[in-house]
């Protein structure tokens, strides 16, 4: 059994009040926004809105009228903050059993849904038993509230501990063409040779966030590219991403209907071999050896 997740995933992180602060209404016409353009996975983490946007998610999506199977839902556990309702001293990470648990069907009530697509771990934790990590997988996935797990932001080390005990179908990796170490790392390689699906979380990079010299040279050619392939930046870099044969999925932070129908453009495009390497090399900011 497969999930067949969509090519661009919405992240949610943004809908809530960490940043466009949506009306219910909002972001249910979100929603069928998202799907009308081909957009049906969703990511969420728990931490979002300080523990609140998954709620406002799941309420939107009960109102939108969608069906459940129409769609995929990703969400994450594991980082107990000091934002929201927590009590926490400290910012920090609890793989326990009980609380990952505990955090999943947290989501599910606040979701509105009876099982999660996806369950990931966030962040890899040094005190993290995979022994006890698999059990509450294992757990959550008899009793239909979850079909698939994975981790985010993992080494490959901590993903083979992981995966030691239980299946890992996904790694959520920052990846971008200003964030290109997992091609050199040997982090897509071992995705691809375990079967392990990756998703790029900020997928654009820093370009239109900072002014460097990386970024500099990237936007001359960028203006170059747009005016060839007749599409806008942000849409060549996500082609950038799709092009490469490990099959990543990139998650988009866009709070806008707009921008999200214009990004799914990027899989139709399909880079030039040479225009591939001109992006990298201008990010490298030196030619290939």
């Not at 199977?69 to 009980?98: A, F, L, M, P």
């Not at 994975?150 to 239980?166: A, D, W």
Request: glycine fraction near 6%; aromatic fraction near 10%.
């Amino acid at each position: 059994m497969d999930i067949n997740l969509s090519p661009i995933i919405a992240g949610a992180m943004n809908w809530g009040v960490w940043s466009r602060s949506f009306t219910t209404a909002e972001m249910a016409e979100m929603i069928h926004s998202c799907i009308e353009y081909g957009i049906t996975t969703f990511d969420h983490a728990d931490i979002y809105g300080g523990y609140t946007t998954e709620a406002d998610f799941g309420k939107a999506f009960t109102q939108s009228g969608i069906k459940r199977e129409n769609v995929q839902i990703i969400s994450k556990c594991g980082i107990q903050h000091t934002i929201g309702n927590r009590n926490n001293k400290v910012k920090h990470y609890d793989y326990s059993k009980e609380y990952i648990i505990n955090s999943a069907e947290a989501s599910l009530k606040y979701l509105e849904t009876d099982y999660l697509d996806i369950l990931l771990l966030h962040r890899p934790s040094p005190l993290m038993n995979p022994d006890e990590i698999a059990e509450a997988v294992e757990k959550l996935k008899k009793e239909g509230k979850i079909r698939y797990f994975g981790v985010s932001n993992f080494t490959n080390s901590q993903t083979e501990l992981i995966k030691s005990r239980t299946e890992v179908y996904c790694n959520q990796i920052e990846f971008s063409a200003t964030c290109y170490e997992p091609m050199l790392d040997g982090s897509l390689d071992y995705m691809t040779l375990n079967n392990i699906k990756p998703l790029a979380w900020s997928p654009i990079g820093c370009i239109f966030k900072e002014d460097t010299e990386q970024t500099q040279r990237l936007k001359k050619l960028l203006m170059e590219l747009v005016v060839k392939y007749e599409v806008t930046a942000d849409v060549i870099l996500l082609a950038w991403i799709l092009r490469h044969p490990a099959a990543i999925i990139p998650v988009t932070g866009s709070t806008s209907p707009e921008r999200l129908k214009n990004q799914m453009k990027a899989t139709e495009v399909e880079l030039e071999l040479e225009d591939w390497f001109a992006i990298w090399t201008e990010s490298m900011g030196n030619k290939v050896p």
